[in-house]
Every structure is written in C-alpha cells, then in structure tokens.
C-alpha cells in the first residue's frame, strides 16, 4: 500500500492508497476529516469517488472492456445462459451442471406469485407504467416473504425475487392491455417462460420463437451488471441501512426508471418516432446534431463510462441483425435505425468524437423488432440487471468493513438568521 500526500493549510497530510486486482488506483480519504479537522472532498455526481471495493464487475472505459466475475462479457455472451450469468454474478463462480441444474429448478418452482397478489394488480389503472408496477410489487413481496437473516433464507428469497420478476413484469404487460394473465409452466426454460407470459393467450397456442428467446437471452446477460452505475449505487445506499433484499431491490428499479439510466433504450424509440413523423428525413437531425446551437442530440450513440466502443453494442449489433433478417420485420423505424447507425460508423463528424452506437440503441431496435412495446423496454432492463443488484446487494451485506452510506455536503445556504414570528413578518 503506498501513499497520497495532501497540502490543506498549510499542512502536509499522507493518505493510504488502494490498488485493485486490475491496477485501478483509489486515494484512501476515510480519516480525511478528521485529520483536516473538518475538511471534506466534493466530488458532484460520484464521477472520480470509489464508493467501495468489489469483485463481482470490472470495467475500463478506455479500453472498451467489460468482466464479469474476471470472464470477458464476449465469451460469456457467446456461450453463457442468463441463468448461468445469475448464478456466477451471485455467488462467485460458473456453476456446475448439477448446480445450474438445481438453481434452474429453484427458479422454475418458484415463479408463482401468491394468488392473492393478483388482487393488487387489480388495483392499478390500466394506464399504470409497468416500472411503477414492477417497482411496488418487488416491495410488496416482502410481505409475503418476510426477511430474514439466516444464510439460508436469503438464498431462498434471492431464488424467489429471481423467480417471481418475469412474473410480475408480464403481468404488468398483460394488464396494460387488458389480456387475461398467463400462469408460467414448468416444462419451459427461465427466458422462454417469460415470453410465454408476454404473448401467450388462452384462446389459442403460443410457440416460443428460439430466435427470439436466445436473442433475449443475450440481452439480459449484456444487462446483468455494470459496475457502480446510479441504479446499483442506489441498491448499496438502501441495502447499507440493512433495508431487506426487496426494498433495496425496488429502490434500484425507481432510480433505473429515469430517462438518463435505463430510460435511454426507450428515448432511442421516441426519437426514430419523431423523425419517422417528420418524413423519415434522419439527415436532418445528424446535421441537427452536428450544430451545437441545436440543441437536439441523437440517443444510443456515446457513452458516459465508454471512451471507445461499448462492447456490449458490438455483440448486439449482430443480433439485431440476424433477428430482423429472421423475423421479417418491416418496420420504417428500423429503417431509420440502420441509416443512422451507418452515419455513425463513417461520418468522420462521429468517429472523432467516439460517438458510436451504444447498447441502448441496438436494445430498442431488438425489443421492437420482438414485439415488445416501448413502455416496457425499461423493465426489460431490470429483469436484466437483478443478477447485478442481488450480487452487489448480497456482497455489501458480507462485507465486515460495510457501513451505512451517509455522504457529506458543502453547505451554501443562508448562515444564521433569527427567527421572526408569523405575525411580525
């Protein structure tokens, strides 16, 4: 452990230094405060402050790379399933064939929902945004599996929330629509019983497409973690008060909801909407784009984190691909889609600044190419990234240096006034 040396003052403080498995470099500043005497670090929006040390993602942004568990997501990707994914994110390691085995079983029992959690879908109007819903269910689930500290209970109500999500979230769907629920079945695996509930109706059969069901496969692995992002951030905030898995959980969904995290695949939609409704003319918004006085700036394309290409977006701009050649679609949004995805790959405007399409941007194309609607691209998100939120939840709670998350402020507000009564003012 080496050293950071501080000048506040006039005085010279040394501060510890931690190095990560990966070579990252974090300045130790817990004692700051108290060795300055009061001093403190602003850091607006958390861009330069590590929050805490974890092993479970690693990315670097300049280099394009992201690990799960030290496994490329590429190899993953190619040759994981979800499941799998959840398994190692949760508890450390690929599991065996028996253990995947077993944990697939557990996920398959446990997908009912108490019936009489049908009654509180009853009570939500049809305009209802399926986040809201998927949100105030998680919560609900608490009380019907109370929480528990015993080892054993918290990998059963991991098993359940897991289990029970793709439930709630194609009920959502199924009440947005007004479409009787579908109960899920046993002979189906974790993906393909999701879309079963999604799209199936009692009247008649419903065949799950295997195109569709590895594309969304992929999809939720390219979900299930991304570092200290605002969602899992917010997951560790609730969790360090020792809230139960749900909350914490439910927690993540709200802050994902937003337009700037998990809203961004939906804002890719929207805005091939606009320009679809506008005569199609997408080179008026990459000019638009261009002109900074504009105001307007393409969704799906640049990241904040990645500084080259987002290696997600590699992986799903083949699958878009091969799932709009397999499904047909004609879709004059798609179409847009492809145009400007072109644009962006060869207009020097673009690639200069490192503005290339992001995993937002194939997301939304792959999620309406298969059906799904717009206002359920956000959920989709969440389903992906459970695995992360449980796994960063659960290594907190192991965590014996874990305390609860209280950050400080810069206070800038009036100093002190004295009080005057209602009647004198």
């Known amino acids: 452990m080496g050293t950071a040396k501080l000048i506040y003052d006039g005085k010279e403080y040394e501060l510890p230094t931690v190095v990560g498995s990966e070579d990252e470099v974090g300045v130790d500043i817990s004692k700051l405060r108290a060795l300055t005497g009061g001093a403190i670090t602003l850091d607006s929006g958390y861009g330069n402050t590590g929050s805490c040390q974890s092993s479970i993602t690693f990315i670097n942004g300049e280099k394009g790379i992201l690990r799960y568990r030290g496994y490329p997501i590429e190899q993953i990707a190619k040759s994981g399933t979800f499941t799998e994914v959840c398994y190692l994110l949760i508890y450390g390691s690929l599991p065996t064939r028996q253990q995947l085995d077993e944990f697939n079983e557990s996920l398959t029992y446990h997908s009912m929902l108490h019936e009489d959690m049908k009654k509180l879908f009853e009570g939500y109007p049809p305009t209802a945004h399926p986040m809201a819903i998927l949100s105030s269910m998680v919560t609900s689930l608490a009380t019907y599996y109370p929480h ?185 949004l798609l179409e847009i889609a492809r145009n400007l995805e072109q644009v962006a790959l060869e207009d020097e405007f673009f690639i200069q600044r490192k503005l290339y399409p992001n995993v937002d941007f194939y997301s939304g194309i792959i999620y309406s190419a298969m059906g799904i609607p717009t206002n359920m691209f956000t959920v989709m998100f969440a389903l992906g990234r459970l695995p992360g939120w449980i796994s960063q939840w659960k290594e907190m709670r192991e965590d014996p240096k874990s305390r609860i998350n209280r950050p400080r402020q810069i206070y800038t507000g009036p100093t002190e006034s004295t009080y005057t009564p209602i009647d004198e003012r």
């Open 148 to 332: 528990s500290h015993r080892e054993d209970r918290i990998d059963l109500n991991i098993v359940r929330l897991l289990a029970k999500a793709t439930t709630i979230a194609s009920l959502s769907y199924k009440k947005s629509i007004g479409q009787p629920f579908i109960y899920p079945r046993n002979d189906l695996s974790y993906t393909e019983n999701f879309l079963h509930m999604m799209f199936a109706v009692p009247a008649e059969p419903y065949v799950v497409n295997p195109v569709v069901e590895r594309a969304l496969n992929l999809l939720l692995i390219l979900h299930a973690d991304h570092e200290q992002n605002c969602s899992t951030s917010t997951v560790r905030m609730v969790g360090s008060s020792q809230a139960n898995l749900y909350a914490s959980i439910a927690a993540g969904i709200s802050a994902l909801w937003g337009p700037l995290h998990g809203g961004a695949n939906q804002k890719v939609m929207e805005m091939l909407k606009m320009i679809h409704e506008d005569g199609d003319n997408y080179r008026k918004y990459v000019d638009m784009a261009k002109d900074k006085s504009s105001g307007f700036r393409l969704m799906g394309f640049g990241h904040r984190v990645y500084k080259n290409f987002d290696p997600r977006a590699k992986i799903l701009k083949q699958a878009a691909d091969d799932v709009l050649e397999d499904l047909g679609v004609d879709d004059p």
